[in-house]
């Protein structure tokens, strides 16, 4: 089935796969921002509000590049009560419509905070233009999961011009050949034999996909999670070792070994090794308990090109288990209607 081309383009429409395979041209983006911060208020925290996919790019920029201020991710109505002149707040929203995104920023904006922000449009956008905040402007037409990369690349342009990184948007656009070159050998047009994510999709539909990672890798375990959610329309979870061995660990242990689940483990070499020793062990102690894990080890030169290759992996993977599933990956209709309810 996954080897049909013709079955692919008649249940992906809207061309998920294609994105997916060239999102190294996102990395190339050029995002215009004539914005300098006001260094009279300096940047002493970073609150960074959006949902969903909207969210995606501050989580993966934990890992990388890091930051040496405090850097929160809100996913909700409020924000912190630290919030305040010397905040640096970044609202994202591709649809610019994401109604808790809207309402944090204007908390924010109650706040005195610092204010940017992201987005293809909407209403965020146009708050954006009619007060002067610096919008780093999304192209249109993505569903905001597909778009990753553009956030993430909007993300470092901003941090750049505020100083609190240095060239990292310029790093990421070196990574478009690594990222085209490993693209290719996901493709539709790539036989399953040859293909190690039609070979994962083989090997998780029908289950529920549970995706293990440590701390580096765990913005990638996210994505791999919403991937899952949106794309395949079949549920998955995610945790983060070694926070898993303090507890989930033993929701394995009284259940017999054929349960209906996919575990899949992002390892990457660049965790510290305590916890790729605890990758081992773990395996270890719940064999026989929980089906043996899929390990996906992660490839690249350094902690960036694993969780590009690992992230697109994992975008490819959810989209072959939405064709076995029988679906198109594309629309999120379960999500609209509740929005449509919400607006009621």
């Not at 109604?99 to 924010?108: F, K, P, V, Y």
């Not at 109650?110 to 922000?117: D, E, R, Y």
């Not at 036989?191 to 289950?207: F, M, R």
Request: aromatic share 8%; with cysteine.
């Amino acid at each position: 089935m996954l080897d049909d081309l013709k079955f692919i383009h008649e249940k992906d429409a809207q061309d998920a796969l294609g994105i997916a395979g060239k999102q190294d041209q996102q990395l190339s983006y050029q995002f215009e921002l004539n914005w300098q911060p006001d260094h009279t208020q300096k940047i002493e925290n970073i609150v960074f509000a959006g949902m969903g996919g909207s969210a995606l790019a501050a989580h993966l920029s934990t890992t990388w590049p890091g930051y040496d201020v405090p850097f929160e991710i809100v996913r909700n109505y409020a924000i912190p009560a630290y919030v305040g002149p010397n905040t640096l707040f970044i609202a994202s929203s591709y649809s610019g419509n994401t109604e808790e995104t809207l309402e944090a920023l204007q908390n924010a904006e109650t706040a005195g905070a610092q204010i940017a922000v992201i987005s293809a449009g909407g209403k965020l956008a146009d708050a954006a233009k009619a007060k002067n905040y610096p919008l780093l402007q999304l192209p249109e037409g993505f569903q905001p999961r597909f778009a990753t990369l553009y956030n993430l690349k909007a993300l470092m342009t901003l941090m750049d011009a505020a100083k609190i990184t240095q060239n990292a948007a310029q790093t990421l656009e070196k990574q478009a050949d690594f990222v085209r070159t490993a693209t290719a050998n996901w493709r539709p047009d790539v036989a399953t034999k040859q293909n190690h994510a039609k070979q994962l999709a083989l090997d998780i539909v029908g289950k529920t996909a549970i995706i293990y990672a440590g701390n580096l890798l765990a913005p990638a375990a996210y994505k791999w999670k919403i991937s899952f959610n949106e794309n395949a329309k079949n549920l998955a979870w995610c945790n983060t070792l070694p926070e898993y061995n303090h507890n989930e660990i033993l929701g394995w242990v009284s259940h017999p070994i054929d349960k209906p689940f996919a575990v899949i483990d992002l390892r990457s070499n660049q965790e510290h090794p305590r916890t790729q020793k605890r990758f081992e062990i773990t395996d270890k102690l719940l064999s026989g308990k929980r089906p043996s894990p899929l390990v996906v080890q992660a490839e690249g030169d350094d902690m960036l090109q694993q969780m590009l290759w690992t992230i697109i992996l994992g975008d490819f993977v959810s989209l072959y288990v939405a064709l076995l599933n029988g679906l198109n990956p594309t629309p999120v209709e379960l999500i609209e209607k509740l929005k449509a309810e919400l607006a009621k």
